[in-house]
């Protein structure tokens, strides 16, 4: 297993990421702000929630360099 696997699994199995999920399966029009992530955390916490849901989702970033960031590093 590689290393960028262990940290993907790690937040998959996050009891925050997973209570998001809950919440996001429980309600079409469920939103969540993110906040206080450092680095490509939140590029980890992103593509956790979209690997465990079977549906799609909008993700709004502060700026455009912020969402192309974001981009980047999904």
């Known amino acids: 297993m590689s290393n960028l696997q262990r940290v993907i699994d790690g937040y998959q199995s996050d009891p925050r990421i997973l209570k998001s999920v809950q919440?996001?399966?429980a309600s079409s029009e469920a939103r969540i702000q993110l906040q206080g992530l450092v680095?490509?955390?939140?590029?980890f916490v992103i593509k956790s929630v979209?690997?465990?849901l079977s549906n799609n989702f909008l993700v709004v970033a502060n700026?455009?360099?912020d969402a192309a960031y974001l981009q980047n590093n999904i």
Not at 39 to 43: P, Q
């Open 23 to 25: 919440l996001l399966q």
């Open 39 to 43: 680095g490509a955390s939140d590029s």
């Open 50 to 52: 979209f690997s465990a």
């Open 63 to 65: 700026d455009k360099e």
